[in-house]
């Protein structure tokens, strides 16, 4: 069972940067994929972004293209949501989720039913 504890959340004015963090235990984390969804209130949760097992992969969802970058680090088992340019539609609580099957180690999952393992989201808050 993996392990993903966020942070990183705050409340920042629009056009501001943000760099959440998941930080992943319980197996390798060459083994983990892990991706960054975000549930606004009122709304269901949504894919935001991912990367791949072995880092080669990036998927992002087109409202984020250009402003977030996913990134991983082996060294601290973590993976990483730089976010810039922030607009209050980005406002949400964010979730950290790993892999559910064994995928091939380049390739990114997108859709919900593909991530296991959740994290308890961190909030991001953006005022106008």
């Known amino acids: 069972q993996v392990r993903l504890v966020e942070s990183g959340g705050a409340s920042v004015a629009a056009g501001a940067s943000l760099r959440l963090s998941c930080v992943t235990s319980?197996?390798?984390?060459?083994?983990?994929?892990v991706g960054w969804f975000r549930q606004a209130p009122g709304k269901e949760r949504e894919f935001v972004s991912s990367?791949?097992?072995?880092?080669?992969?990036?998927e992002y969802a087109d409202s984020v293209k250009g402003r977030f970058t996913i990134s991983r680090d082996s060294a601290q088992n973590t993976v990483f949501l730089h976010m810039n340019s922030l607009k209050s539609d980005d406002t949400a609580v964010y979730f950290c989720a790993s892999n559910r099957f064994n995928n091939h180690p380049s390739y990114a999952p997108t859709a919900d039913y593909q991530f296991g393992s959740w994290g308890q989201g961190t909030q991001v808050t953006v005022s106008s």
């Open positions: 319980g197996r390798p984390f060459s083994d983990i994929a």
């Open positions: 990367v791949s097992r072995n880092g080669n992969a990036k």
